[in-house]
């Protein structure tokens, strides 16, 4: 049984595909119900969608209930919800003469409560479910971002993305003992509509030349790895940062 924030579209999606395809059954959460009843609509008996705010203190927890309840716990939990934040910043941002993004206490707030502690607060909520069996997978969605700063994207983002590989870090050795691994997968530029929506065509095309693949990624490329971290492959796989960017690397 899996429960896969931010199901709706792009990378969250796409995990939730992939899982099913390995013969899981999933729960896909997101803030509307637009792609996760899609999902459900498709094969109700292989998924069940559930809306929750990952900004809302009691949404995570309810989105883990939602799972128990119909499927009678969770094995693996894959936080793929986030959102890019108003700020601008980055290397895009500087190109073009742009200073500090100016950032208020309110954008703070929303994007690590959504990026940061929605994750955090999942995680926590669907550990005690996986420690009854002795086994689980919790995969956290990081990002290049949270490792050089960003491409176009606030201050706000890149701490929130930097933040979920230290609590992996953390995670794994408390939850480790039960036999549940945590890591963290740091995409680089990969084709979804959250990327098309906050980059140009010209930027992403100039990232794409810089990496040893010379393209963008692909979504299903990156839900191959989760679903490898949620196998029984990766069971001596923890606490890690894995680079999924083509071959984009930085000083």
């Known amino acids: 049984m899996a429960l896969v924030t931010g199901a709706s579209s792009g990378i969250g999606q796409a995990c939730a595909l992939a899982l ?10 997101d ?21 929750a705010d990952l900004a809302d203190p009691d949404g995570p927890a309810c989105a883990v209930a939602h799972t128990v309840a119909r499927f009678g716990g969770v ?14 910043g980055g290397v895009f941002a ?12 309110a954008d703070w707030d929303r994007t690590l409560n959504v990026n940061l502690r929605g994750s955090f607060l999942a995680a926590q909520a669907a550990i005690p479910s996986m420690a009854k069996k002795g086994w689980g997978r919790v995969i956290l969605i990081g990002s290049v971002s949270g490792q050089m700063g960003g491409f176009g994207a606030g201050a706000d983002y890149a701490a929130s993305k930097a933040a979920l590989g230290g609590m992996a870090r953390s995670m794994a050795l408390t939850a480790g003992p039960s036999g549940i691994t945590v890591n963290c997968v740091n995409p680089g530029m990969i084709e979804t509509p959250m990327l098309l929506g906050n980059h140009d065509t010209r930027n992403t095309d100039k990232v794409a030349r810089q990496t040893a693949m010379r393209r ?3 979504r299903e490329e990156l839900a191959a790895m989760v679903t490898m971290l949620a196998s029984e492959q990766a069971a001596y796989i923890t606490g890690a940062h894995l680079d999924i960017n083509g071959g984009y690397y930085f000083d």
Do not use: H, K, Y
């Not at 500087?94 to 206490?105: F, L, M, N």
């Open 20 to 29: 099913a395809d390995e013969g899981c059954r999933v729960v896909g959460t």
């Open 75 to 88: 094995d693996v939990l894959v936080c793929a919800g986030g959102i890019f934040g108003n700020a601008r």
């Open 31 to 51: 803030i509307t119900e637009d792609g996760i009843q899609r999902l459900e609509a498709g094969n109700p008996d292989r998924f069940s969608s559930v809306i």
């Open 216 to 218: 963008l990624g692909q």
């Open 94 to 105: 500087a190109e073009e003469g742009v200073g500090a993004s100016e950032i208020t206490p």
